[in-house]
């Protein structure tokens, strides 16, 4: 712990924060005049979520409104 303090965090951690840094960047060239600034924490995955677990049916459902506002076609 101290030397992650020093050093900056290690192993999975770390790369999450360099994808989400390269992330953020591209967001920002890409963002119109008036569009908030894209910030790093935007785009990390918060792995310590302490809410309810999904159950399938909900993961279903979330999956399948992705798919439809995407254009695809789900098969009933």
């Given at each position: ?11 999975h951690r ?63």
């Open positions: 712990m101290t030397y992650e303090k020093i050093a900056g965090p290690l192993g770390r790369g999450d924060i360099q994808a989400a840094t390269i992330a953020a960047t591209i967001a920002n060239a890409n963002r119109g005049k008036n569009s908030r600034k894209a910030q790093i924490s935007d785009f990390l995955i918060d792995y310590d979520r302490r809410g309810r677990q999904q159950s399938p049916d909900d993961m279903l459902r979330a999956i399948t409104s992705i798919t439809k506002r995407l254009g695809g076609t789900v098969p009933e």
